[in-house]
């Protein structure tokens, strides 16, 4: 006789069954557990509530921790042909005489090191990295925001970072994320960041995240804002389909390197 599961023993195993096999459709719930459809979307509410799947239409997908952010330093060598070609594509969405935000980060950097051949552009930045990138290159005027500075990102942040932001208008923000999901927004995993991380979102008239797709369909510990706060997605082609179909839906307009 096969033995009757509690709710949250049916829950816990579904929460393992959509972890290995990242999706399943409602179909092969109830016929995995032998419950009714109804039943299937109560379990798939209780697992959303707990931000370890998101719903698709007609299916769950598993969502994935983003693991703790190393130093810099160390990213730098991570991913580092895709961060090269998203860095390369987003440059060219950069115009003269324009004012842009370059947030911290490896894949920002690599903006950074693909602004050629600009005329009178000027660029905003808290990060120490996409300050010395820029410093003696032509055409561009470089504004850098102080802060608190943290070591292990080589930015500037907190409250003397945001008082600066209050005062500029970029037209463009291009910034990474730690890990970006359709559903859990934007998220990062150090919290005293995420207040100077909001305060640029919020800075410019068109936000542009870069990040390669390791970063994407994933959540992380601190919320940082909503999927709907974005504008363009740089990333690279591997990228899921349906992650890719998601974010378009969310009205995100999605490029790929």
Not at 152 to 177: C, N, W, Y
């Amino acid at each position: 006789m096969t033995a009757i599961l509690s709710n949250y023993e049916r829950q816990e195993q579904l929460r393992v069954l959509i972890e290995q096999q990242h999706r399943l459709s409602i179909a092969q719930i109830c016929s995995h557990f032998s419950i009714s459809e109804a039943t299937a979307r109560r379990d798939l509410d209780a697992l959303v509530e707990l931000g370890v799947i998101r719903r698709v239409h007609g299916a769950a997908i598993a969502v994935h921790k983003a693991p703790p952010e190393p130093p810099v330093a160390q990213r730098s060598t991570e991913q580092a042909e895709l961060k090269a070609r998203i860095g390369q594509l987003a440059a060219t969405l950069v115009g003269n005489r324009e004012t842009v935000f370059l947030g911290s980060g490896t894949t920002v950097l690599e903006v950074a090191r693909h602004l050629n051949g600009h005329e009178n552009l000027t660029i905003i930045t808290n990060s120490l990295p996409v300050m010395t990138e820029l410093s003696d290159k032509p055409g561009i005027n470089l504004i850098g925001l102080g802060g608190v500075f943290r070591p292990g990102e080589l930015s500037f942040i907190g409250h003397i970072t945001i008082q600066s932001l209050a005062e500029l208008r970029p037209d463009k923000v291009i910034m990474g994320i730690r890990a970006l999901d359709p559903d859990e927004g934007l998220t990062n995993d150090y919290v005293p960041e995420t207040t100077t991380a909001r305060a640029i979102l919020a800075a410019g008239k068109e936000v542009i995240i870069v990040a390669d797709h390791t970063k994407c369909g994933r959540a992380s510990v601190a919320f940082v804002a909503s999927i709907t706060v974005v504008n363009t997605l740089i990333t690279d082609s591997e990228i899921a389909p349906e992650l890719r179909n998601d974010f378009t839906l969310k009205g995100i307009r999605v490029l790929t390197a």
